[in-house]
């Protein structure tokens, strides 16, 4: 036992190159003592204590110079800074981290060490500490002369070629926002530059973040600013950043945007429409602008914050969709023809036929959301098959009515994105429907009544396998519509019959909405979904909703495949479903599926 201790004390104290040797020493002695004498004369030298003393002296020295060498390494590499000229700091932030890994895989313990740090700084390090020092003071001094915070640490070259300055913390209102374009939520993933292009990509001249998780965007500061105590909350997706506060703005001027803030090119088309009966009550301001072109009107009407931008002749009108001008009968567009007086190929209308854009202000009338002011007695359901466009539903509906919907679920990232009843339990009651996709009957029972949507199959099942494996607003690859498709389809395709079968048999009172005709006719279609939850119709609401109505959860189109996913035996498969829901539609004296289903 004392033997073991004193071997073990040995082990402790001795340095770990001298037990190296004395191992390789210990196998060597097992093959011939000759091989040995070498050895033990070496292990002699170390043993002196100066020399001991220097060796270390000079291994402590090469690692510092090796660490040294990394960092200016990192620091100032080529290619951060042609990151950072494409202002991607997530990108560079995880290229930096794979920099430290290689150029400092040999040193062990300081690897680790690097590691760490860059970590606690955001896994960035753009420049030396002194530097980012005193860029961090000359902020504090001075906001208004600065450029946006999340170039700090870069050099003096990178922030000049930055798209956007900060320009301080705003106060906002829920009531009458600073910014009143569009906005959209992350709360999970939000990051500064993420809001900034976003706003730049439609044209808008500001940008602002708030409450660590919500972009606002705008053409014109409509608030008061407020301390820069006050905008103190950290991003979500950029713990390095601030991102505004409760109610307070942290805002930035996007420098680059400001040409394409002023031109038409992200504007939408509506069509021609009949001049409205009472076109000053409709349209509330107008005025003549000489020399008339598409771009100065939607200018004119995106600085006055209106959402319509009418063109009549050398009259540009500015205003919102309303009862006196829906916009929901369209005209030929041979009877607004009328050449611009500033623009040569582009049409500004007349007198009786009028030319409308869409500008890139959001409308305001249908975006304020909270959970229902008592708690229901009633639970509906908004029950559909996956990928027959649930999500996009809760959307509009959550605009038509003003209240949060609810889940059977919980999906986080619908949560982050802004369906903030997507938490509560959908027994809660604080939530005008619920989210659902299961058709067992014991499941339908206990919901009062349902909403029932439906789509062509054929259209669904792409939709849930892009969702499957692209996410809510994705595309599945190439690779995984040719070797999972089937597979997929086999187990889904019954559930798409039965689900509709089920609800039809054992729901209580159930409205059947077709996606295809809400997407034809979104006002009408959703108006009688309105009513089906008991609420009273807001026909302003219902026309703000579709100026906006696609949102961030609806897919910009099918992405189209190379090749037919689906062989001749699953279309006969789908085909004989569809007949299936069709009579059972019939016999509960309802329409039956839409033309564009087949087969009849």
């Not at 040797?21 to 003592?33: D, H, N, P, Q, V």
């Not at 995106?302 to 369209?330: M, N, Q, W, Y």
């Not at 023809?337 to 500004?348: A, D, I, N, T, V």
């Not at 190379?562 to 699953?570: F, I, L, Q, R």
Request: hydrophobic residues 35%; aromatic residues 12%.
């Amino acid at each position: 036992m004392r033997t073991g201790q004193s071997y073990a004390w040995i082990a402790l104290t001795l340095p770990f190159s001298q037990i190296l040797i004395l191992c390789f020493i210990g196998i060597l002695w097992s093959r011939g003592a000759t091989m040995v004498k070498p050895l033990l004369k070496i292990h002699r030298y170390f043993c002196r204590k100066p020399v001991r003393f220097f060796s270390l002296i000079l291994l402590y020295l090469t690692a510092g110079s090796l660490v040294f060498l990394h960092s200016g390494i990192m620091w100032d590499s080529p290619g951060s800074s042609r990151r950072q000229a494409r202002g991607d700091s997530v990108v560079a932030a995880e290229m930096a981290g794979r920099t430290t890994v290689l150029h400092v895989r040999g040193l062990g313990l300081m690897s680790r060490v690097f590691n760490k740090d860059n970590r606690k700084a955001g896994g960035r390090r753009f420049g030396p500490p002194w530097k980012k020092t005193g860029q961090a003071e000359a902020v504090g001094k001075d906001y208004t002369n600065n450029w946006n915070r999340a170039l700090k640490g870069r050099n003096t070259k990178d922030m000049e070629d930055g798209r956007a300055k900060y320009i301080g913390c705003y106060v906002d209102n829920t009531q009458k926002r600073a910014l009143r374009g569009i906005s959209f939520f992350d709360y999970k993933k939000m990051t500064v530059f993420r809001c900034q292009d976003n706003c730049a990509e439609r044209g808008y001249m500001f940008a602002g973040l708030e409450f660590g998780a919500e972009c606002y965007c705008g053409h014109k500061i409509q608030a008061s600013n407020a301390s820069e105590s006050e905008c103190n909350m950290q991003c979500k997706g950029e713990k390095s950043n601030l991102c505004g506060g409760a109610n307070r703005l942290s805002i930035y001027r996007l420098e680059l945007s400001q040409e394409s803030a002023r031109r038409y090119g992200s504007a939408i088309l509506k069509g021609c429409f009949h001049k409205p009966d009472n076109v000053t009550l409709a349209l509330p301001f107008s005025a003549v602008i000489q020399n008339m072109s598409v771009d100065k009107c939607v200018d004119m009407c995106t600085e006055r914050e209106k959402t319509l931008a009418v063109l009549a002749g050398d009259r540009c009108h500015c205003g919102f969709p309303t009862s006196l001008f829906p916009l929901h009968d369209i005209e030929e567009d041979d009877l607004c023809l009328h050449r611009c007086q500033g623009e040569e190929f582009e049409s500004c209308g007349n007198d009786d036929y009028f030319v409308v854009y869409q500008t890139q202000v959001q409308d305001k009338r249908c975006m304020d959301r909270h959970f229902l002011p008592t708690r229901s007695k009633q639970l509906f359901a908004l029950s559909s098959f996956p990928g027959a466009g649930n999500t996009w539903a809760r959307h509009l509906i959550e605009l038509a009515t003003g209240f949060y919907t609810g889940s059977y679920y919980f999906d986080g990232s619908l949560y982050n994105k802004g369906f903030k009843g997507e938490r509560d339990h959908w027994r809660s009651g604080r939530t005008i429907c619920i989210k659902t996709h299961e058709s067992g009957r014991k499941e339908i029972e206990a919901f009062d009544a349902g909403i029932l949507m439906i789509r062509n199959p054929y259209k669904a099942l792409m939709a849930e396998f892009n969702r499957k494996y692209g996410g809510h607003i994705g595309f599945a690859s190439q690779a995984h519509w040719k070797g999972k498709v089937a597979r997929v389809c086999e187990k889904l395709l019954p559930w798409w019959a039965s689900h509709t079968l089920d609800w039809l048999q054992f729901g209580r009172r159930v409205h059947v909405v077709h996606f295809e005709e809400l997407k034809r006719d979104l006002f009408a279609q959703l108006k009688g979904m309105v009513q089906f939850l008991g609420l009273e119709v807001s026909e302003e609401r219902l026309l703000c909703v579709e100026g906006q109505k696609d949102g961030n959860f609806k897919r910009s189109g099918l992405r189209k495949l190379e090749y037919d996913p689906y062989t001749a035996e699953m279309r006969a498969h789908i085909d004989e479903l569809i007949r299936t829901v069709d009579a059972a539609l019939k016999k509960r004296n309802m329409p039956g599926v839409p033309e564009e289903y087949r087969p009849r």
